[in-house]
């Protein structure tokens, strides 16, 4: 046993400092970002906000739509091959498709993305996982570069430097980063385990991109203003969950109060789509009611609003130079 000393913060401990900007407008400032895959060398140009592939949000339809954005999705991993080769087919002659494929670490999981993948070409792929500290996670990545070699690799999750160094070495090149931090995520009081989130995204954006490696903040963001952070903090993309759930895009069960959302590991999520609670595990995750938001344009609309002015208060003439330009300020909450 022993104490690590560091002070940890999440996105609610800091503030941005504002700095002199010879920025006329707003609206000249660029959003969307080209990034160079370490493993590939391909190019992947985007707005970098990702749907989670939670089952309520990583939807077709909410795939679809932020692709007019050019924002991403990473689909949920319970949808039939055929559906899934029916979307991929259709958005073939997309070049720039920002859809990806998920899967969990289960056996029949590689299975089902060999299958597809036999049927259309698979060209981006997210291995989601609570726990990226496994070995066997580890060497489920190494197994998805080699039989995918020219793909675009997501990887996740975890929350420290070193693991993010072993994904991008085995074949990630994008690690997702964050251990509980998510609003329906309950694995910090139930296990103990996590990091804050700011702090996370700080140590593990530095040793990515270290390696050419990048990273992905997943969990956490509240506001466009958490979101400001997160890339303030050097993260290169942002997923969000429980922001762009309640949208006219989601799935799941809607209510009289609004739209029914739980975490992948809670109980309601395990007996849909797992057969219930094993007996050697607890759930981990909650079930919550959210509103309704309308489309997840306005969403979206309102998170590229306040990234554009946090990157003016600092002199970010672009989203990829907010990190340069931001100094964090720890705030009593005040």
């Not at 969307?32 to 370490?38: E, L, Y």
């Not at 190019?43 to 939670?54: D, E, Q, R, V």
């Not at 029914?260 to 919550?288: H, L, T, W």
């Not at 959210?290 to 609309?301: D, H, L, S």
């Amino acid at each position: 046993m022993r104490i690590e000393n560091s002070i940890e913060l999440n996105y609610d401990d800091v503030l941005i400092l504002p700095k002199r900007s010879s920025i006329q407008s707003r609206k000249d400032i660029q959003l969307t970002r080209t990034f160079r895959m370490p493993h590939t060398g391909q190019h992947f140009i985007c707005l970098p906000i990702f749907a989670a592939n939670m089952s309520v949000v990583g939807t077709l339809r909410m795939a679809s739509e932020l692709m007019k954005q050019l924002a991403c999705c990473c689909l949920h991993k319970f949808y039939e091959p055929t559906v899934l080769i029916d979307f991929f087919t259709s958005h073939r002659s997309n070049k720039s498709i920002h859809s990806f494929y998920t899967l969990g670490v289960r056996n029949n999981d590689l299975e089902k993305l060999q299958y597809v993948a036999s049927k259309i070409p698979i060209k981006r792929i997210c291995i989601d996982a609570a726990n990226g500290y496994t070995q066997f996670f580890v060497n489920r990545v190494k197994t998805i570069r080699k039989l995918f070699p020219n793909c675009i690799l997501i990887a996740g999750n975890v929350c420290t430097s070193e693991m993010v160094q072993e994904l991008i070495l085995e074949g990630a090149d994008i690690v997702k980063i964050g251990i509980g931090p998510g609003s329906l995520c309950t694995t910090r009081t139930m296990t103990g385990i996590g990091r804050p989130q700011l702090s996370a995204v700080i140590d593990c954006a530095d040793a990515a991109h270290g390696l050419g490696g990048f990273i992905m903040a997943d969990g956490g963001c509240k506001t466009p203003a958490d979101i400001a952070k997160a890339f303030g903090a050097g993260a290169d993309f942002v997923m969000l969950g429980g922001m762009l759930a309640g949208t006219d895009e989601c799935g799941g069960l809607h209510t009289n109060k609004g739209l029914q959302v739980y975490g992948m590991s809670s109980r309601e999520a395990q007996e849909q789509y797992y057969g219930g609670v094993k007996d050697y595990c607890a759930p981990e995750g909650r079930c919550s009611i959210v509103p309704f938001k309308g489309p997840v344009a306005n969403v979206i609309k309102e998170i590229k609003g306040g990234l554009r002015s946090a990157c003016a208060y600092v002199g970010a003439k672009s989203l990829k130079d907010l990190s340069k330009c931001t100094t964090f300020v720890r705030t009593n909450h005040a």
